[in-house]
């Protein structure tokens, strides 16, 4: 059971270092952009599990009202990213496997049926941005950027429900996998995870420049077959982020 804890002390330290530099625009609602912000910081593991999510310091690190920030806390935890304990306020969660599991169940059904589409109607153009994602991968990993490299693995499998006219599927995808994304950056150092990810990457694009929609899905599966031992193959590294 997940018990980390962290001083009151160096609460507000932490929370000054990973909300530092955010600047409000005009590009969405506060409380969207307040969400979308602290989501990041969470899967990214700069708002590590444990750590308390403290309005009021948010709120003047943000530079915005309680309102705003109250509504983002209140979607966060409707993910459960966040728990809520009546007398400590809002903790940020621990990875919970359950959530884990079922991430990877769904993602893995739909990105297997869409990328059997993709390697069927892919275009010039849109190879070309594969291709150019792929390279930015490999600058990322050679600087051992993870964070980066994360980022940009999102853009690649983004694109190839974007490339089939399926964004919404995509989001869907995005709105179930937070935790698994959380394990996710914890492991990519380890064993040559992100490498391994690359190259399979890379797997991929080919079938799909071939026009090969069952190369596509075993590759496919391939990469994503490691997600299911993801937890346990690395649970001695990150058993302190994890609840079960």
Not at 1 to 19: E, H
Not at 120 to 128: E, G, P, T, W
Not at 197 to 203: D, G, N, S, V
Not at 230 to 240: F, G, H, Q, V
Request: glycine fraction near 4%; proline fraction near 5%.
């Amino acid at each position: 059971m997940f018990k980390k804890t962290f001083s009151p002390k160096d609460v507000g330290p932490i929370l000054s270092k990973v909300l530092s530099g955010f600047r409000f625009d005009g590009s969405s609602p506060l409380s969207t952009q307040a969400y979308n912000f602290l989501r990041q910081k969470i899967i990214s593991m700069e708002l590590p599990p444990g750590i308390p999510l403290i309005e009021t310091k948010i709120s003047y690190e943000l530079g915005a009202s309680r309102t705003p920030v109250r509504e983002a806390l209140r979607q966060l935890a409707s993910e459960h990213l966040i728990d809520v304990y009546p007398q400590s306020g809002n903790v940020v969660a621990p990875i919970k496997v359950e959530l884990v599991e079922n991430a990877i169940f769904i993602r893995t059904a739909l990105e297997i049926a869409n990328i059997r589409t993709l390697a069927r109607q892919i275009s010039a153009k849109q190879l070309l941005e594969l291709q150019q994602n792929l390279q930015r991968q490999e600058l990322a990993l050679k600087e051992e950027s993870y964070v980066q490299f994360y980022e940009l693995d999102e853009q690649l499998h983004c694109s190839f429900f974007r490339f089939c006219g399926r964004e919404q599927v995509w989001k869907l995808i995005l709105s179930i996998k937070a935790h698994l994304d959380r394990a996710r950056i914890l492991t990519l150092p380890f064993f040559d995870m992100a490498s391994r990810a690359l190259t399979y990457h890379q797997f991929l694009v080919s079938a799909v420049e071939k026009g090969d929609p069952d190369a596509a899905e075993d590759y496919m599966k391939r990469h994503l077959n490691p997600l299911n031992t993801i937890l346990t193959r690395y649970e001695k590294e990150i058993a302190e982020y994890l609840d079960r």
